[in-house]
């Protein structure tokens, strides 16, 4: 089975994308509230709702699941509550009492369950997407994807009507229930949203691996937005982007790696791989809160640092030696040499702030002279300001001075001229330059 | 005593001691966590239009007060009353300003969006904010000096400015009375002579604004009146009168032993 059929990998494609997008909603708000675990304890919780449901129905009608999917839920809710107040635990410890006791409730009952139901329990843990399109052999849609079609429906309404209540809610609970907007019953609606969602999902990705889908993709999202309405639209796209790309990879991956292509990989679990790999491609690529991106700030701070210094080191020496050049080695060794020290000395001769002598000496440019000048005279001002307000000896005023200096805006450097008046010269008796 | 007879009662007590014309009116509470008790017998009435400051040690239960009031937390017993109505019935008339550690400021918003969600109580639910939402939003941060950030991710701006967008949010509710929690609390020399600034504007506009405030020192010059807690009301009234050394000692000095030995004990019984 590696080759695309739109009938059976369209279904299998369509229901894991819509299960995917479906969690991504409701669980973009349990990250930004700090409580994905409860995403988890939920998933795992509803079993027993699940199960009791068939045994009084006898059947696997959508509207009993849903109907116990719910009142389970809200149980772990409130179970949750009361344990972290009564229990003196923490709200973690709460949800892994309650959750792992509903969840082992729930494998004992739904054996019963499969007794009395067309059902294997196999089914409900790890989900069952490659024989939904087995429903749909007369041209029909299959149930499961209707069902998860109709929980992404759900949420979509959810999120939508709901979205001012939501933001406040999550932001701020306090401030929600002044307003009017009360934060417990919004909690609640979150949760029974979940609960069903899990449930519906179940068929899809089973109720271990739907973990992935409410907490991976938001948290991704979360790496790449500053905004909670983007943030909501990048979660719900890398759910469906990974969705097919976890079938793709289910339906390729074995050839691709090697292996025995006649066994096929379970699309579920690829879907959650693929959810972890787009994780990790966006921390590490994230422009602004991304691993690269904040490694390639540093080294550019590290860069800027070793740049200013010097054009300390070259102020310094031609405030003594006006009419000297000094030579290139010689700078160099004084920064520690090293490659950063190569780099920095290329990008001032780039900026222009830098002029060669000869072959191998160097002097400063009138604009490098300014940007000196402007490091010097924050470095001792700052020395000065220390000295007053420190009551430090003489020798410990350099060293955080040099710290500092790096890091002294125009708007601070203002500050620090009010500050201080017209010093003339800093602590050790050198001249402040204007 | 028959039941009809005990609702009559209470009944009773519930219209009295309470002063309608007062933004603020606290009668005999009592509020407790897990039971034991850290507000006794609070009786208050705040005045009209004044800045009234509540001070007190760390533990002496300002949060809670402000809490208790605006049914944040549960009361033991006692009742409150905004303008003579339950607060329930007068949210449009109350303002409130969290402490800013209360929040998560990596919340994915910009400045805008926190001082628009002050309006969310006057917009019905699922209407989302309108033009004139965001309008009234920009207006409250070009008053606190932050017209330049609205866009700004919240948890780019330093602590001072996050206070301020705070209280933007807070004159949004356009509010009769306001409840400050430590709008002070570790911030710059700027916002806080912005904030003081704009408390007395509040106040020219006949605002009510009760602020829980830590620095003893700048008490006489902020607030008209002061209301000075350690668990109960130790003196409240105008600055003049109430703030002396005197009440000071009461209220920081000299524990209260047998208050907290009581506390202790209903927490351990209770």
């Known amino acids: 089975m590696t080759e695309w059929i739109w009938s059976i990998d369209g279904w299998i494609v369509a229901a894991g994308a819509f299960a995917a997008m479906a969690c991504a909603l409701p669980g973009t708000f349990l990250v930004l509230r700090k409580m994905s675990l409860m995403g988890d304890a939920i998933s795992h919780a509803v079993l027993p709702g699940l199960a009791i449901a068939f045994l009084i129905t006898h059947s696997r009608g959508v509207l009993p699941m849903f109907v116990g999917a719910v009142i389970v839920g809200v149980l772990t809710a409130v179970g949750t509550q009361v344990i972290t107040r009564y229990g003196k635990v923490e709200s973690g410890a709460a949800m892994g009492v309650v959750f792992s006791i509903f969840f082992a409730l729930g494998l004992v009952l739904i054996r019963q369950a499969a007794d009395h139901v067309d059902l294997d329990p196999g089914c409900v843990l790890y989900g069952n997407l490659s024989q939904i399109p087995l429903d749909s052999l007369d041209g029909s849609i299959p149930p499961a994807v209707i069902n998860v079609g109709l929980a992404l429906l759900l949420n979509i309404t959810f999120v939508g009507l709901l979205y001012k209540e939501l933001k406040i809610c999550a932001f701020d609970p306090q401030l929600a229930t002044t307003v009017g907007i009360n934060a417990n019953v919004m909690h609640y609606l979150l949760m029974i949203v979940v609960a069903i969602t899990t449930v519906a999902s179940f068929e899809a990705v089973g109720s271990i691996l739907v973990i992935a889908m409410l907490i991976v993709p938001p948290a991704a999202a979360r790496l790449l937005s500053d905004r909670l309405g983007t943030t909501l639209i990048l979660a719900v796209t890398i759910a469906a982007t990974s969705a097919v790309l976890g079938h793709l990879s289910a339906l390729r991956g074995p050839k691709w790696i090697g292996l025995d292509s006649s066994v096929s990989i379970e699309t579920a679990a690829m879907i959650a791989v693929m959810t972890g790999v787009i994780f990790t491609l966006t921390l590490l690529v994230a422009p602004k809160y991304g691993l690269i991106g904040r490694w390639y700030q540093r080294l550019g701070l590290a860069l800027q640092i070793v740049r200013e210094d010097m054009l300390g080191i070259l102020y310094r020496w031609f405030e003594h030696r006006p009419d000297e050049h000094i030579l290139k080695d010689d700078l160099l060794k004084a920064v520690g040499r090293g490659i950063l020290a190569r780099f920095a000395l290329g990008s001032l001769k780039r900026r222009q702030a830098i002029e060669y002598v000869g072959g191998e000496g160097i002097r400063l440019s009138d604009s490098g002279k300014d940007a000196a000048t402007k490091l010097v005279r924050d470095h001792r001002l700052w020395e000065g300001y220390m000295a007053t307000h420190f009551d430090l000896p003489l020798d410990h005023l350099h060293e955080p001075a040099e710290r500092v200096e790096h890091y002294i805006s125009e708007d601070l450097s203002e500050l620090l001229k009010q500050e201080m008046g017209d010093l003339g010269e800093d602590p050790h008796g050198r001249k402040i330059p204007e | ?270």
């Not at chain 2, 609070?42 to 208790?68: E, F, H, R």
């Open chain 2, 1 to 270: 005593m028959t039941p009809s007879k005990t609702s009559q009662a209470r009944l009773q007590i519930d219209q009295v001691h309470h002063d309608n014309e007062s933004p603020l009116s606290i009668h005999d509470m009592t509020v407790a966590y897990h039971r034991k008790p850290v507000l006794w017998d609070i009786d208050y009435a705040a005045p009209q239009g004044k800045l009234v400051g509540i001070v007190g040690p760390n533990g002496a239960g300002k949060s809670t007060l402000i809490k208790a009031c605006l049914d944040l937390v549960p009361r033991a017993s006692g009742s409150v009353r905004i303008y003579g109505k339950r607060y329930k019935e007068q949210r449009s008339a109350v303002g409130y300003v969290p402490q800013r550690e209360s929040v998560d400021w990596d919340f994915p918003a910009s400045a805008l969006d926190v001082v628009t969600m002050g309006r969310y109580g006057r917009i019905p639910w699922c209407i989302p904010p309108g033009k004139s939402d965001r309008e009234a939003a920009l207006h409250a941060l070009n008053q606190t000096g932050m017209g330049d950030y609205a866009n700004r991710q919240i948890s780019k701006l330093s602590g001072g400015q996050q206070q301020r967008v705070f209280l933007a949010r807070a004159l949004v509710q356009d509010a009769r009375v306001y409840f400050m929690d430590e709008p002070f609390a570790g911030v710059d020399a700027a916002t806080e002579s912005a904030i003081v600034t704009l408390l007395r504007e509040l106040r020219e506009r006949g605002r009510t604004v009760l602020v829980v405030h830590h620095d003893l020192q700048s008490v006489p010059e902020y607030f008209d009146e002061v209301l000075l807690l350690n668990m109960r009301i130790v003196a409240a009234g105008p600055t003049s009168a109430v703030f002396t050394e005197e009440n000071l000692q009461k209220t920081y000095g000299g524990r209260l032993t047998l208050l907290s030995e009581a506390a202790e004990a209903i927490a351990r019984n209770g």
